[in-house]
């Protein structure tokens, strides 16, 4: 049940298998996105994000404001961006409002003008009126005109670690889409389980390299506040963090479109505005749907039906399954040794969670994961 049913394929198939035109168009189609609003410097402030951490940490606010004031696009401009301006305008107006609420300050209580220009962007992009894990990583530039907080090594570590993860990500949950409408005794079913394997794969590399750069005491006491939520009309809205990263997505294919628990169904809804609209699309195409572990399961109980094909199949799920708890496991060790050096009273992690989440998700990932595996052991043939 342990082996691992990928350890003899080829584990070259983007480049040897036909099937990997499609998911290669995916992810250079995902890379070339994030570097077209990576390029971009719309409200022309390169020079300025270069010593923009230095203003930051020196907790100068009113010097804050008045550059904030300064860079903000006319109405005439703002109306004329595309997707493209429009995302890396928030993603640089966005260092604004973190730095200003980690010294205490509203943003738009001070700058009362941002309301009409965080509302333009949002409509332009379709995505939430601030800005998100996507526009502080995989829509920050790289080298010299990366926008940071701190400048700190750690913090560039955060948003290098997020950049190497977000793309196989991405492709992992397209593989998986159609994995999910692919009959399990045609040869495609195993390459399509082949491709999620390695691109999670690939994502675990990103939660190994914040682990090893990213100092747990300095994320928490230099970093996290700067992605505390604003106000915005009365209502809290939630800055980055690495809980908006699109897992929920694969998750809801894998095991949870089907889930009855109330408050993970609660934790989806929160994050899916702050996911691409493409991802969006995705998720809501498989709600009311069973899930692939559901389904599998299905196929698995009728004895009329049982063959290896389909053994084999399960097993390479029930190890995608395993390789997902892989990531999970030290994200969750990560998270809560970062949190050990908040204050005892604060309990919300960057994006507005509490860390607690992370083991109830665990909980109920377990729980169906067990589901498979007694299935594929009473059906072994």
Not at 105 to 111: A, I, M, N, R, Y
Not at 180 to 196: D, F, G, I, N, R
Not at 332 to 347: F, G, I, P, V
Request: aromatic share 10%; net charge neutral; hydrophobic share 40%.
């Amino acid at each position: 049940m342990n082996i691992n049913p990928f350890a003899h394929d080829r584990l070259a198939i983007y480049s040897e298998n036909r099937l990997s035109g499609r998911y290669l168009d995916i992810k250079n189609r995902y890379n070339n996105d994030c570097r077209a609003v990576a390029v971009l410097d719309p409200l022309q402030v390169d020079d300025l994000m270069r010593i923009l951490p230095e203003i930051i940490v020196s907790q100068n606010v009113p010097t804050l404001i008045s550059t904030l004031k300064k860079i903000l696009p006319l109405p005439d401009i703002l109306l004329n961006f595309n997707f493209f301006h429009a995302a890396a305008c928030m993603r640089d107006i966005g260092i604004f409002l973190g730095a200003l609420k980690r010294y205490g300050v509203e943003p738009l209580e001070v700058v009362p003008e941002l309301d009409f220009i965080l509302y333009t962007l949002a409509n332009i992009t379709n995505m939430p009126p601030r800005d998100t894990l996507l526009h502080y990583t995989v829509w920050n530039p790289d080298n010299g005109r990366i926008r940071t907080y701190t400048g700190l090594p750690d913090e560039m570590a955060l948003i290098k670690s997020v950049q190497m993860s977000m793309s196989s990500l991405s492709n992992a949950i397209y593989a998986l889409k159609d994995l999910y409408y692919t009959p399990l005794e045609e040869p495609k079913y195993a390459l399509l389980s082949e491709m999620v394997y390695l691109d999670l794969k690939n994502v675990i590399g990103g939660i190994v390299h914040a682990k090893k750069n990213v100092s747990p005491k300095v994320f928490s006491i230099k970093l996290r506040h700067y992605y505390d939520s604003i106000k915005l009309n009365g209502n809290d809205l939630i800055g980055p963090g690495a809980v908006e990263m699109p897992f929920f997505v694969l998750d809801h294919i894998l095991w949870s479109s089907d889930c009855m628990d109330n408050e993970y169904i609660n934790f989806k809804k929160t994050y899916l505005p702050f996911i691409t609209p493409d991802l969006r699309n995705v998720y809501t195409t498989f709600e009311d749907k069973p899930s692939l572990i559901t389904l599998l399961c299905s196929e698995l109980e009728d004895p009329q039906s049982m063959s290896k094909c389909k053994i084999d199949a399960a097993k390479r799920i029930l190890y995608i399954c395993k390789q997902l708890k892989s990531f999970r496991m030290p994200h969750r060790k990560l998270a809560e040794e970062s949190y050990q050096h908040e204050d005892k009273h604060s309990n919300k992690g960057s994006g507005g969670y509490s860390t607690d989440i992370l083991t109830h998700i665990i909980d109920l990932n377990i729980a169906k994961i067990k589901s498979l595996e007694d299935c594929i052991r009473l059906r072994r043939v």
